[in-house]
């Protein structure tokens, strides 16, 4: 079984800063670009940052300049560093990885290549 474990979500003042964590796990034969979304209730799922595995980082305008994606390919982990948070980043916070994974076969091995979701991990920003 290959899934996706999140931890780091919580409550946090405005201003203040939270650390999320994902490490992916099973399976696996290789691990591509790694991601986070996030989805506030009323609206649509958006992707807040994603990280190649070379670690060449993209961020959403939102969020540039607070948020900071990281990964670690020993660990099957990625991170999300989030500083200065405000109220409008809160949301449900989902963990993304594209990942070649492998399953046996009766007469081999069976790959398959997919993008994989964590359970997704509340933040919530306020006072």
């Known amino acids: 079984q290959v899934q996706l474990v999140e931890s780091g979500g919580g409550w946090v003042q405005p201003g203040g800063s939270l650390n999320l964590s994902c490490v992916a796990s099973?399976?696996?034969?290789?691990?591509?670009?790694m991601g986070w979304y996030r989805q506030a209730p009323g609206k649509q799922r958006e992707l807040v940052a994603s990280?190649?595995?070379?670690?060449?980082?993209s961020y959403a305008d939102s969020v540039q300049g607070r948020f900071a994606v990281s990964r670690d390919n020993t660990k099957n982990a990625v991170y999300l560093q989030m500083n200065s948070l405000k109220p409008e980043d809160t949301a449900v916070y989902y963990c993304?990885?594209?990942?070649?994974?492998?399953?046996?076969?009766?007469?081999?091995?069976?790959?398959?290549?997919?993008?994989?979701w964590g359970q997704g991990t509340q933040v919530t920003v306020s006072r």
């Open positions: 993304n990885a594209n990942m070649m994974v492998r399953k046996p076969l009766t007469g081999g091995t069976y790959y398959s290549t997919s993008d994989y």
């Open positions: 099973g399976t696996i034969f290789s691990i591509n670009a």
């Open positions: 990280i190649t595995k070379a670690g060449d980082a």
